[in-house]
T-cell receptor, first 115, second 111 residues
Framework: DQQVKQNSPSLSVQEGRISILNCDYTNSMFDYFLWYKKYPAEGPTFLISISSIKDKNEDGRFTVFLNKSAKHLSLHIVPSQPGDSAVYFCAAARAGGTSYGKLTFGQGTILTVHP | EPEVTQTPSHQVTQMGQEVILRCVPISNHLYFYWYRQILGQKVEFLVSFYNNEISEKSEIFDDQFSVERPDGSNFTLKIRSTKLEDSAMYFC?????????FGSGTRLTVV
């Protein structure tokens, strides 16, 4: 089941620069998208979400962009900090109907921010 | 900040034994979930629970699995007869409506 794909297993960025994490999806029924950050031996921590009625959502250093026609979303972190080093998961959901709430996750991208 | 609490953090069990993983969701949340992550793989949906019943389950969630909300605060996942391939991190999550909050997980090791 490859409905949500993160094609880059890892990304390395210098502190202060922009980190761009990408995610593609295939299921056109998805209308709610989330990014999570995960440290080893911890649960995913919610970062930011976006509904399909928007193409951009911003929260501090984190911005998520959604391109519905391309079925693509990205997470921008500016400026990147060493504490941002973690695994980042993209997730998608249908916000209505009986499948509300089921998140489909990508494989994750390991972000390393170097001082 | 409200948290989803999971216990135990690590459980080792013999193959064939029953295990119960426990979760205390955030108190005003209405939707509850179990997910799991086998080492090196994606986080996978197992089951969602709303209004005291299962609203959706994946093909992973077979007859060996069950969920229960025995009182107003706990949400449990039971595996009746564990198999080696059930070894994974199990995450509980809850949400009022979006912005899901996950617990820190229970690492289940079946030996």
């Amino acid at each position: 089941d490859q409905q949500v794909k993160q094609n880059s297993p890892s990304l390395s960025v210098q502190e202060g620069r922009i980190s761009i994490l990408n995610c593609d999806y295939t299921n056109s029924m998805f209308d709610y998208f989330l990014w999570y950050k995960k440290y080893p031996a911890e649960g995913p921590t919610f970062l930011i979400s976006i509904s399909s009625i928007k193409d951009k959502n911003e929260d501090g250093r984190f911005t998520v962009f959604l391109n519905k026609s391309a079925k693509h979303l990205s997470l921008h972190i500016v400026p990147s900090q060493p504490g941002d080093s973690a695994v980042y998961f993209c997730a998608a959901a249908r916000a209505g109907g009986t499948s509300y709430g089921k998140l489909t996750f990508g494989q994750g991208t390991i972000l390393t921010v170097h001082p | 900040e409200p948290e989803v609490t999971q216990t135990p953090s690590h459980q080792v069990t013999q193959m064939g034994q029953e295990v119960i993983l426990r979760c205390v969701p955030i108190s005003n949340h209405l939707y509850f979930y179990w997910y799991r992550q086998i080492l090196g793989q994606k986080v996978e949906f197992l089951v969602s629970f709303y209004n005291n019943e299962i609203s959706e389950k994946s093909e992973i969630f077979d007859d060996q699995f069950s969920v229960e909300r025995p009182d107003g605060s706990n949400f449990t996942l039971k595996i009746r007869s564990t198999k080696l391939e059930d070894s994974a991190m199990y995450f509980c999550a809850s949400t009022p409506r979006g912005g899901y909050t996950f617990g820190s997980g229970t690492r289940l090791t079946v030996v």
